[in-house]
């Protein structure tokens, strides 16, 4: 699938977003990634067997709680 150098994360790996991006569509907020999953801008993923994964990043803002 891929045709890079570095083989791409497997879709069922933790780090399938860190796979190259081989079609962007900004416009309608998605890009298909070259594990066949499908990245959305608000970090949701559907894999390549239909399952949705929703956002499960860990962001970090930096603040501290008063």
């Known amino acids: 699938m ?9 879709p069922s790996s933790e780090v399938r977003d860190l796979a190259a991006v081989v079609s962007s569509h900004p416009e309608q907020g998605w890009s298909l990634l070259c594990n066949g999953v499908v990245l959305f801008d608000d970090d949701g993923e559907l894999l390549p067997d239909g399952r949705a994964v929703p956002d499960h990043h860990e962001w970090r803002t930096g603040l501290v709680p008063a």
Request: aromatic residues 0%.
């Open 2 to 10: 891929c045709v890079h150098p570095t083989p791409c994360p497997h």
